[in-house]
């Protein structure tokens, strides 16, 4: 019996073996946005403290 995987799963392994320089540059794209708003939200001063 064959292993139900979401289409997604799928979508990914292929785009992972066949395109790795388009699926490295979207990982890089998603780290550095992740990494500039935790940049904003770590430094930006608060109020009433």
Known sequence: MQKKTPDYDNV????????KRLFISVINDIFEKIIQWM???MFCP???I
């Open 46 to 48: 608060r109020k009433g």
């Open 12 to 19: 990914l392994k292929t785009m992972k073996s066949k395109h």
């Open 39 to 41: 940049q904003k939200w």
